[in-house]
């Protein structure tokens, strides 16, 4: 049974690596609804006092707007952006209820603080008014990770987000507002969604709604996750199990040359899109994509 507990947090804004295109997160809730079966954010879990599962124990950090304002009205503030969902999503099914995103959206207005934002959920088309306005003052981008155009898998890889075809319809939504938006096709799981078809079927759906970059990787697999994956295989692609193990058993990664195989698929037909896998910002800023693409399971995987 889900459970919500709300708790106070100090501070709303958490410091990240070097390698991305920011260098702040803010992260509303601890665990996640969507129940993706590849989350690396797992074991996060385990740092929570009260306990209980990943996806069915939210903490909701009630007054994290109320810890944004203090924050980045800070002299010391430097008007960096912000990514809003590297851990857990922001607009997963809690967020209908507690509505915490509008709060911390209307701050950013406030401040005219640029921001970044990753989801799976079409409820971010609720805030549509409150991107417009901030667009409209500095620089704001969204991201849909995109896993499978297979509606059958992907419901059951991500049993609890939104369908590919809605997620592509939320980024159409925010791009007319002017986000500038982008398909994190993350992760690729190998011998599942890493076909050459489904590859072909994410970049054109990405190019006919006018996203602005793509960027994959393959899944990486380490701690709890690797064992919850597993266990998922044996429930729904047995038959996957031994040829993916074989893949894994020298770690969290794939190996050098696997890998370098799929991104030179992924790249020829991301180009064939006119899609980038790399996206800079207006006045040529930082790139959308980290130095290390396998640090990106760190932030994005929501």
């Not at 804004?13 to 809730?29: A, E, M, Q, T, V």
């Not at 924050?71 to 997963?92: A, C, F, H």
């Not at 800079?280 to 396998?294: C, K, T, V, W, Y």
Request: aromatic share 12%.
């Amino acid at each position: 049974m889900r459970e919500y507990c709300e708790i106070k947090c100090s501070e709303a804004c958490h410091r990240i690596k070097s390698g991305f295109p920011y260098r702040w997160d803010l992260n509303i809730y601890r665990g996640c609804e969507h129940r993706c079966v590849y989350c690396f954010a797992v074991y996060s879990h385990r740092y929570m006092g009260g306990g209980g599962g990943f996806f069915d124990n939210i903490y909701v950090k009630a007054n994290i707007a109320e810890r944004l304002e203090k924050q980045i009205s800070s002299p010391n503030w430097k008007r960096e952006s912000v990514n809003l969902g590297g851990v857990t999503d922001n607009y997963q099914p809690a967020e209908a209820r507690y509505r915490l995103m509008r709060d911390v959206l209307k701050t950013l207005i406030k401040y005219r603080n640029p921001c970044y934002v990753s989801t799976k959920s079409k409820l971010i088309l609720r805030d549509l008014d409150l991107f417009e306005e901030l667009a409209y003052y500095t620089e704001v981008r969204v991201a849909a990770t995109i896993t499978c155009v297979d509606e059958e898998i992907r419901r059951k890889i991500e049993p609890g987000a939104a369908s590919s075809s809605e997620r592509f319809s939320v980024l159409k939504e925010l791009k007319k507002v002017g986000a500038d938006v982008g398909v994190h096709f993350m992760p690729a799981i190998p011998y599942l969604t890493d076909s050459d078809e489904n590859i072909e079927g994410i970049c054109k759906s990405a190019r006919a709604i006018g996203a602005d970059y793509i960027i994959s990787c393959p899944l990486n697999l380490r701690g709890e996750t690797k064992a919850n994956f597993y266990e998922f295989l044996i429930r729904e692609y047995p038959e996957k199990l031994g040829r993916i193990k074989a893949l894994y058993k020298d770690g969290g990664y794939v190996p050098k040359e696997f890998a370098a195989g799929y991104y030179e698929r992924f790249a020829a037909v991301s180009e064939k899109y006119g899609l980038s896998r790399k996206y800079r910002a207006r006045g040529g800023g930082a790139s959308a994509e980290p130095e290390n693409i396998d640090e990106y399971e760190q932030i994005s995987f929501i």
